[in-house]
């Protein structure tokens, strides 16, 4: 596969940042969770920080950004009529947190909303405000401009803080590299593989996707504000889009006990003497994530970690490992982007079904310190996605690719990562990870949970046009 031309069609600087941008190196993140007091000052508020909200316009070069998102209860509060509410898929209006969406994405036991920290119909979580910034100082000088701008405003309150960072080997908690396999958006003016350049639709409303049909987008069912800012409908309906270069963000605060994770390894693939097998544990890993820990992927290299730093994601599976032998069918990334094997006897109609089910991540590593001498600290993935339909792409993913058994020669696999069985499964705690193999399958049994949920919400992420007028409400 060849790295192809993607010519820019987009108008990036109406595009928030995130969307099209990882912002590589801005290392220290934070978000802040703000509940809207008094709507004219919120609005008085946003007027001011919107010269801060970064695009995805490439030629800024900017050293601190700030991104902005919207709850249901937030647009509610800062003045979006019901009926115009009313115009938003059933996904975002409902939240996160419904019964069918916890037995969608297996938040019950320790997931359960319950127990999270923010988030579960939260009435206060209206707003989420995102920091960038190049290092520490700089993030803790642009949190204290912030704070004291918002405590100004007299119309927002700060209900929680969340720091979060990317390390400088782009590792996540459990030691593997990430962020190779994100989709390109078409229009974006970025060349990609083939394989990971994705209609705008996808991750945009206002334009066609991968089904060549435009997105469910929000549009105004009567009149608010100055309506002039706002483009029409592409499909054609004559109303005034609200999601126009607008997409749908997933905020999951997701624990990773990785420890335990190494410790499970290590214990799976000890020498006959009881000592512990440093490359097998290594091997093993690599085969539940579907990467060497260094970013290489199994497929180019299944039998050992070849040295360097690698992120190459020019490749597939149907030619040169269409058996799962040297990535396993159930491995974490292979589960979440079979690529062209989802339909094993089509490889041209598993790309255009996988297509369909892709998101763009963001996610950032958090810390939170040990209370106590004897406690470790608490470690995990501030996870981040976007997608235009929260349904068939990130709830998708989770109940058919991760908790389920979707992919071929699979009997009682989840995705041993993020997986979770449906609730009251009798086989709940038979769990199992195939390893692919001649003449026969390895199986490793009694997987233990190494992820837990601990806040979550969905977000409308607008366009910068749409943010301008969100304020003249």
Known sequence: MAIISNPQTLDLKDIQGMVTRGYGKLYETAYFLLQVTDATKAKAWIKDIFPLIDSGDV???AEKTLHLAFT??????????DKNLESFPVPFREGVVTDDRSRILGDYGENAPSNWRWGANDDTLHMTLIFHAKDKPALTTFLEEERQRIETSGGLKITKEITAHLRKDNKEPFGFHDGISEP??????RPSPEIDLIKTGEFLMGYKNEHDQYPFSPLLEINQGDTSLLKNDAAGSGKKDLGHNGTFMVFRQMEQFVDEFWDFMDDNTKNEDGTSNEEAKVKLAAKCIGRWPNGASLVKYPDKQPEGDFNNDDFGYADTD?????????????????????????KKQSLKVTR???IIRRGRNYEIPATNESDK???GLCFICFNTNLELQFEFIQHAWSNDNQPTHLSNDIDVIIGVPPEGNPNNDKGQFTIQAEPVNQYIDNWKRFVAIKGGEYFFFPSLTVINYLTTI
Request: proline share 10%; net charge positive.
């Open 322 to 346: 269409p058996d799962g032998l040297k990535c396993p069918f159930g491995s974490h990334l292979r589960r979440n982007n079979p690529r062209d094997t989802f339909r094993w006897y089509d």
């Open 377 to 379: 600290p608490e470690i």
């Open 356 to 358: 369909r089910h892709r």
């Open 72 to 81: 249901p209860k937030g647009l509610s509060a800062i003045g979006l009529d």
């Open 59 to 61: 030629t800024i070069q």
């Open 184 to 189: 390109v958006i078409q229009g974006s003016g």
